[in-house]
């Protein structure tokens, strides 16, 4: 059986405890509402440590929409019976007042990387993720944290983030886990109206179809307008970015000359949808 | 013989070698020049752990004055011969490229109890202390760290940062040491003329004197300012403070309701001392 904690203190004690026989513990830091994407992160982390925490905690801190935060969908009877069947060792709920208790003042930032792209669109994000990944670290003592490559950028903070913290723990990143029809698994893709969700995994396809023109030489900024004007004459928009970066440190790129990742973030009705591939 | 171990890996791997023997690691962070009140954290960490490692890095983000930077003294050959005196097992002197690589990207603040008094004069100087703080205990992965109540505001800073973040770290803070004449321990002494060495005292007497009357019924805004007007007539000046606090969370303070803690920021000739003593 799953157990459930929603104390530090007592998570503290309990790691302690697999620490002293040796165990190497694995995290898988989520927001709930988990879907096969999460589950795909705690398979990779059951097969690689002794020990497994999944944490759920929606992190006030990293909402710069307070009414994305209220809708943010939570389930956590639905959840423990998804982390009970794959055999999570542990889940860690704390509440708001747990993480966030009185008096505290301290921030984790990242400078640059976490500055374009989401950073842009959604101002404090990253300090928030920053802080509370930095947190959860410290709470579960994990030696590995398993991070969904659906969010890109945010695996690429948590790495700079880590390295520069000299945090005693490897992150690694895992595929992005799509519907059959090609729409990447996301808890908000639940908010989709059903001809929305007919329309949404039109945006991994034009960015694919991008992705191969842009390997068969066509300018970049020439492929990522059509893919543009494609989505937006099918519904999508309004668009916060669809860009070619440098993979690891975000930089924008024109050319394939660097190791280059294609992110986009639009909105579909009353979502907002992300997305990201390999070029 | 204490090693001296220059890379954040090899430190890694020495302590991983005694944590899996179970051993309590302690750490004395310091910016090297070692004195007395050093070496007391280095007595009070061989006391309570089982394997010491003192660092040494003269941390440039806590400087916000570069000629304080460079005129910071340094004596590597000196401070290993006073380790090894005491058995400490590693002294840890990394260089600055070793802590801060090419991308270093992340920043550790805590705002409130960072800002007044030394945050207030020395803008940028407790990011510095808290970034390389949360470095050196990730690098270190000690289970307790020692520092001295000279430096009171920096330590309820770490306090609170290694709390604000579930670092599993105790912290323990050690008595500030002093000359038989009442002078705080400081690497900075050295660099007082004869003369402003011999009126240096005067500070913490005319703390004591004012801490004294205050406990006496005197209202802390005259107190004070006795002091300071006794302390610039021989001498002292410019003010940066001289201020009662809540000890903890360093909120001004016009009474004893509180825990109260007396600070001192004052030049003398080329050197900025600071002090603090109970009230």
Known sequence: MTQVIRSSAELRE??????????????????????????????????????????????PMQFNNPEDLEKYPRDETHDLALLDEEGVDVLFAPGVAEVYPAGFATKVSVSGISEPLEGAF?????????????????????????????????????????????????IIGCPTIREDDGLAMSSRNVRLSTEERASAPRLHAEMQIA?????????????????????????????????????????????????????????LGEVRLIDNIAV
């Open 122 to 170: 959604r101002p404090g994000h990253f300090d928030g993720v920053a802080t509370v990944v930095t947190k959860l670290f410290g709470m579960t003592q994990a030696g590995r944290a398993f991070f969904g490559e659906k969010d890109w950028q945010q695996l690429q903070v948590v790495r700079r983030m880590v390295e520069d913290l000299n945090i005693p723990i490897r």
């Open 211 to 267: 992705a191969a023109a842009i390997r068969a030489g066509t300018p970049v900024a020439e492929a990522l307008a059509t893919a543009k004007a494609a989505l937006s004459a099918a519904g999508f928009g309004p668009w916060d970015y669809l860009e070619l970066r440098n993979a690891e440190t975000l930089q924008p790129l024109d050319g394939l000359s660097e190791p280059a990742r294609m992110l986009a973030a639009v909105g």
């Open 14 to 59: 309990k790691v302690a405890t697999w620490k002293r026989s040796g165990m190497l513990v694995g995290v898988v830091p989520t927001m709930g509402a988990l879907h096969d994407g999460h589950m795909s992160l705690v398979r990779a982390a059951r097969k690689q440590s002794d020990r497994v925490i999944v944490t759920i905690f929606v992190n």
